[in-house]
Structures are given as C-alpha cells and as structure tokens.
C-alpha cells in the first residue's frame, strides 16, 4: 500500500487538510508535530529533548524525529498506507523514510506540495486556536467556534500554540525555506510531487487532493 506526504510551510493548512482527509479515506495520520507535542506534555525524554527547538521554531534532530516516526509505522500492519504531515522536513528525514519503508515495507504515491503566499500564512497562524483536550484545529476568522474560546466537539478550552507568536513564526517560516524547501526539487525529481493551490477555502483544497487520491 502506498503513503502520501503534505508538504508545505507552517500555516498552509496540511493539519486542516489531514482531518479531511482521515474522515474520507484509510489513510492513518502521521503528525510529527502533534507527536512531538504529545511527547512534550507528558514529560518523555522526546519531548524534554524536542521542548526547546520547538518553542523557538527550529527542527528537532533527525535522529530523534525518524525513531518516532519508525516506533509509529511499526504498530500497524504492513498493509498500512499513512499520510504525512510535517514530515520529512529535510532530505536527510526524506532519506530516512526511504530506509524505513525498506525495512518495514511500504513506499509513496505522492507528494502534495501545498502552496500558499506568505501574508496569507500569517494571518493563518496569528489567528489559531487550538483545543487543549482534542487538539481541534480553529481560526477566529475563517473557522470560529460557535463559542468564543470553547472547542465545538467536547467543550474543550481553546488555546493559542507557543510558537503561533509573531517572532516565532518568522523563525519557523525561514527554517522551512532553508531546511524543507530543498524536498520540492527533491520529490519532483521522483516524480511524486503535485502542486496544490492551497491558498483559497480549505473546502477547495480538500477537493483538489481528493481528486487526485480517488482518480
Ligand atoms: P508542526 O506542528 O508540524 O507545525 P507546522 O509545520 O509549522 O505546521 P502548522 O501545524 O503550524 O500548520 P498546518 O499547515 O498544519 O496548518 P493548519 O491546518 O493548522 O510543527 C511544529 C514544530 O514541531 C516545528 O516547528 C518543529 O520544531 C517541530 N517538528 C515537527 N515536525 C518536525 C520534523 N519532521 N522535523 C523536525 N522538527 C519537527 O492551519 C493553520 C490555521 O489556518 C488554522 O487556524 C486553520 O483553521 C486555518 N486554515 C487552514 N486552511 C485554511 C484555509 N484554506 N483558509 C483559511 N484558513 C485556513
């Protein structure tokens, strides 16, 4: 069975994406950063060793991010097909996932490199809201709860991520050019990768990509 990746900079809407596609397909959602987060709160090693490079917006090691990575794919069975999101972010990860599909079984259909201007990204991530029990993604915006500061699903209290202020976003969208940018070139030479206008409603996105994965 075949993965997918999301690609693309902080605030392009791969998270949105992937809680759309998670109700229309099979795909199991892999979230390096909602792992990590995870690893965070409960106080695991992962998370004390990730805590600092993600309050300041830069990439947590390789090493650390393919071993979660690997520990995740190995508890489904080798028919699985899983959807990236937010990794890799370097060739090195992208590498390395070749590897663990090598040892593992598994391979990728495709790459969806989402595109979205930069003013568009920061009104994104100013404006998100979290909730802090299921993790529901929201925007004060174009996606408001019906309660200010209360998650629609459970009543959850909703919460801005450390790393949504402004200083810190521009730090993460100069690592995502620097680190993760060199992946477009590298995927397109695969020919896995397609872009996708990211830039409009997240109903036009989900549309693009389901197309694409029901052709
Ligand atoms: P991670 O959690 O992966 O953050 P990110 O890549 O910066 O992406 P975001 O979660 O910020 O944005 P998104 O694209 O998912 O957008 P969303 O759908 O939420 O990583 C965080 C940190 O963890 C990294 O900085 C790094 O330190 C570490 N890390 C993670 N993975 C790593 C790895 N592989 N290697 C090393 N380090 C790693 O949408 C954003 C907002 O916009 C929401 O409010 C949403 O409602 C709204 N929105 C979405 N789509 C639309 C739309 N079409 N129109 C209007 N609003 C929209």
């Known amino acids: 069975m075949k993965s997918i ?12 994406l992937a809680d759309f596609l998670k109700k229309q397909t099979d795909y199991i959602h892999v979230s390096t950063g909602d792992m990590l987060r995870a690893a965070i709160q409960s106080g695991s090693p992962v998370g004390l060793e990730a805590k600092s490079f993600m309050e300041t917006g830069r990439l947590v090691p390789d090493s650390v991010v393919l071993r979660i990575v690997e520990e995740r794919i190995s508890q489904d069975s080798t028919g699985a097909r899983f959807m990236f999101d937010g990794f890799p972010r370097t060739i090195e990860q992208a590498e390395g996932l070749d590897a663990i599909f090598k040892r593992l079984g598994g391979s990728l259909n495709h790459v969806f490199n ?60 100069e690592v995502y050019e620097k680190q993760t940018v ?16 990211a830039g409009g409603k997240a109903e036009e996105t989900d549309a693009l990509v389901l197309k694409v994965l029901t052709a």
């Open 182 to 197: 060199p992946l477009i070139s590298f995927y397109r030479k695969k020919g896995l990768l397609r872009d996708i206008d």
């Open 114 to 173: 989402l595109v979205v201007e930069r003013p568009v990204l920061l009104r994104r991530l100013t404006g998100r809201r979290v909730c802090k029990t299921c993790g529901a993604v929201y925007h004060v915006t174009s996606r408001p709860p019906k309660q200010e500061g209360v998650c629609d699903v459970d009543a959850g209290e909703l919460y801005q991520r450390t790393d949504d202020s402004e200083a810190t976003i521009l730090n993460r969208l």
């Open 5 to 16: 990746i999301l690609l693309g900079g902080p605030g392009v809407g791969k998270g949105t």
